[in-house]
Every structure is written in C-alpha cells, then in structure tokens.
C-alpha cells in the first residue's frame, strides 16, 4: 500500500509515463483504460496477487458509489433466462409455480428417504458403503424409531437422523445434494445443551449409514442436544472443534 | 457454534444467501435473485443504458454468482457491495466489446444520474463510507473531481473523456492519474 510515494506538486507528466501499479489497479476499476489494456490489465490480476489485491482494495474505495445507484425493475422474464443460461429445466408455466417449489422436491426426497430408511429399519441393511465409522446393526433391533430432521438455513431439509442411544448410533440419511466447491466434507456434531459440540466425523452427502457415537458422547444423545452439520477440511477428520459454515442442523429426537 | 448459524425465520441476510447458494442451494440463488436483481440491474443500466444490454449483463452477472459464489468474503465485502462491485465490472467488460457508443451523451447526462434519494437509505456504516469517499473527493481540484466522477458513473474511457473535453488525451490522463493518487492518500491516509 505504500509503494507510491507523497505526490509531487501538480505535473503533467503523470500522463506520459506508464503509471505505477497502484494508479493502474485504480484506473482498471475506475474504467478508464482501453479494451485492450483493460484486458490486459484483468489477466495480469487473475495472476499477480499483489496485482489483485491492489484492484480489490480499490474496488472496496468507490464501493459507496454503486450503494448511490438507484434501483431499476429487471424484466420479469429474466429469471427464467438465467436458469436457462445454468442449464436448469424450466417447467411450463402453468405448473411451473409448483413444480419449480426446491422446497417441494426436497420434502418429496425427503418422504422417500425417509421410507427407504424405514425399510432399512424393518429389514436390516443392504451392502451399503459407509464412507467412516460405521456400525452395522444387530438383529434385535426395534423397528420404529423417531427421526430428527437437520435444516439448511432457508428451513429445508438436509439430512434426516434417526438416533438409537442404547447402541450409540445415529443412522444419517441424506437429501443428495452436490458436493462443496471447495472439497470441504460435512461432519456431523452433536451438541449437548450449553456444551462444546463434540465431532462424529465425516457424514455422505448422497448415502445412507450409521455413525457410531464415541463412548465419551453417548451421555449427549438425549433430547435437548442438537446435531449440527458443518463443512470442514477432508484431512485430520474428526476435528476437536468446527471451523467451517454450519450447513444444516436440528434438535435430536428421541 | 449455533451463534453463527443464520436465523432460520427471519428473512435471511445477502450474506446467508451467498453461503447457500455457495453450497449449491437453487432456492437460496432464486431468493437471492429476487433480492438483489433489481439494484444490480440499476447498475448495469447506468454503464450500458441501454435496456437489451443491460440485460444481457446482468444474465451474465447472476451466472457468475452462482459459480463464484464460495468466493465470496464475508470480511472483506458486505454482499450486496460484493455482488455491485461484479455487476458494474461485468458491464463495463459488456461495454467495451461493444461498438464505440454514439457520443451523444453528454457528459452531465452521465455525471448527473447519481441520485442518493432514489435509492434505498444506506445503512449507517454504508453512509459513513459514502461521506467519507464525498469528503475526499471534495479535496480534490474541481477538474480532477469532475473527471473521476463522470468516469466511474459515465463508464467512460480515457479516449472519450479527452474528446468529450476536447483535451489532450496525456492531459486527461495526468488529471485522472493525480486525482487517484490523492483519492487514496485521503481514503487511507
């Protein structure tokens, strides 16, 4: 930040020199430069991460410009040109309202999850591949079981837990969704009132299986304790504490 | 842990909503769009001016959110400056690889757009940053003020404020150039 020296009284000969890369960093998001230096100028931030933090900073700098920009109504037809753009089916209009409802086709995912775990419950469990910590289930096993439902923010459901304090398991079954961009993995938590949450280590996004609770947090798996899912680092799993945004969570139902 | 967890009844913050749609959640990105497109549009209509442009950009500028979503920082940028910022560089990138623009504009039509009434009351740090950017723009010499001005608004080149002001183009520059420099010696002093 500090590479430009105090400015020298008034010259005109700022102009005719190539400008040093602070005032280049500011011309690129004032927009000022030319097509081609421009580009130039965006493929040298896409490079350079100095480069890239100086147009950052700047871009922050006049920031309170673009809150003074008034709204303007988007053309009511644009929403669906996006989706268009992203590859997603449109449904025609008539059903579309329906249709189109994610928090429909998750409660529809849902229900059928939640059938195929009852299944699994009443017939015991096929050759699945848990991807950590799995128990596999005896045979006396009552075949109802309450289930918990773990949330994303917007009050859709992520995951469905069904949890047997006697064995110490919760068998986890999630509403498939896509993988985090950034490899992260989610682990599940479980938290008891007022206390620390307490990792039962990495849960799969598009398969069923049973998490076998550590000794030390079986005394959690009561009502009032809540299982969180967060998105945590692949490596050193499970972690003493979370690190990453919670995605879904839910209070545990017993 | 459950401090950081967005409410879940209350309308969600443009920051909850980046996070989900970061995590691939559609209904959060739709939700987002209905938030967030009208400003983002009011931005890309101000560089481009004109309303098929606009579009196209702001198209561009929501396809680009749902891919780069997880790029966003919560430390950095509020979201809704995050998501301006993008919108307003798409639609100068939209801008430039047009055809040169009829220079029938002038620049007090560009200049004159900004209108702080029109739009909603800013928060009270977004105000403060607002009055501070005014304050140190104050302090710049009318010339230099008028030009930065009328470029970040106007989305003009350097090539077109020469001709708009019937300058020098190394003139225009040198102007541009110092009014930066003494723009961020206020801004951070």
């Known amino acids: 930040m500090s590479s430009v020296p105090p400015s020298p009284p008034g010259d005109d000969t700022v102009g005719t020199e190539p400008p040093d890369d602070e005032v280049l960093a500011g011309e690129l998001v004032l927009g000022v430069l030319e097509r081609d230096a421009r580009t130039q100028a965006q493929a040298r931030s896409e490079t350079d991460p100095v480069f890239a933090a100086r147009v950052a900073r700047w871009e922050l700098r006049f920031a309170p410009w673009l809150a003074e920009i008034a709204p303007a109504a988007a053309p009511a037809l644009l929403w669906d040109q996006i989706c268009r753009r992203l590859g997603w089916r ?42 950590s910590s799995s128990v ?22 992520a995951w469905l837990a069904s949890v047997d304090p006697a064995r110490g398991t919760v068998l986890m079954v999630p509403v498939p969704g896509p993988a985090d961009a950034l490899g992260r993995v ?13 990792s039962l280590g990495a849960v799969s996004i598009n398969k069923s299986h049973t998490v076998a609770v550590p000794a030390g947090a079986r005394d959690a798996l009561v009502p009032g304790s809540v299982l969180a899912i967060t998105l945590e680092p692949a490596s050193g799993l499970p972690h003493a504490a979370p690190s990453g945004p919670v995605i879904a969570k839910g209070p545990v139902t017993i | 842990m459950s401090d950081s967890t967005p409410p879940e009844r209350s309308a969600p913050s443009a920051e909850a909503l980046l996070g989900q749609v970061a995590l691939g959640n559609r209904a959060a990105f739709e939700t987002l769009y209905r938030t967030c497109a009208d400003k983002l ?3 890309c ?14 198209q561009e500028v929501f396809t680009n959110v749902w891919h780069k979503a997880s790029q966003f920082d919560p430390e950095r940028a509020s979201a809704m400056s995050w998501l301006s910022i993008m919108a307003r560089n798409k ?22 757009i900004a209108d702080p009434n029109a739009s909603p009351a800013p928060s009270a740090e977004a105000a403060s940053e607002q009055a501070r950017l005014a304050r140190c723009l104050e302090e710049l010499e009318p010339r230099r003020r008028t030009l930065i001005r009328e ?39």
Request: charged share 20%; with cysteine; glycine share 8%.
């Open chain 1, 90 to 131: 449109i449904e025609p209009a008539p059903r579309a309202g329906l249709w189109q409802s994610l928090i429909l086709w998750r409660t529809v995912a849902a229900v059928a999850a939640l059938a195929a775990m009852m299944l699994w419950w009443t017939r015991g469990p096929g050759p699945i591949v848990p991807p």
């Open chain 1, 136 to 157: 596999p289930p005896g045979a006396a096993e009552p075949a109802a079981k309450p289930v918990s439902t773990l949330a994303r923010g917007d009050g859709s459901t």
């Open chain 1, 186 to 198: 989610p682990e599940l938590w479980i938290i008891p009132s007022g206390q620390q949450p307490r």
């Open chain 2, 41 to 43: 549009f009011g931005i």
């Open chain 2, 45 to 58: 209509l101000r560089v481009l001016r004109q309303r098929a442009e606009a579009e196209e950009a702001l």
């Open chain 2, 91 to 112: 639609a100068i990138d939209r801008l430039r690889s047009l055809p040169a623009r009829s220079m029938h504009t002038s620049l007090e039509e560009a200049a004159g």
């Open chain 2, 151 to 189: 470029a970040f608004f106007g989305g003009f080149t350097y090539e077109e404020l020469a001709t708009r002001l019937a300058a020098p183009l190394g003139s225009v520059k040198s102007w541009v150039r110092r009014g930066l420099i003494q723009l961020r010696a206020c801004l951070e002093p």
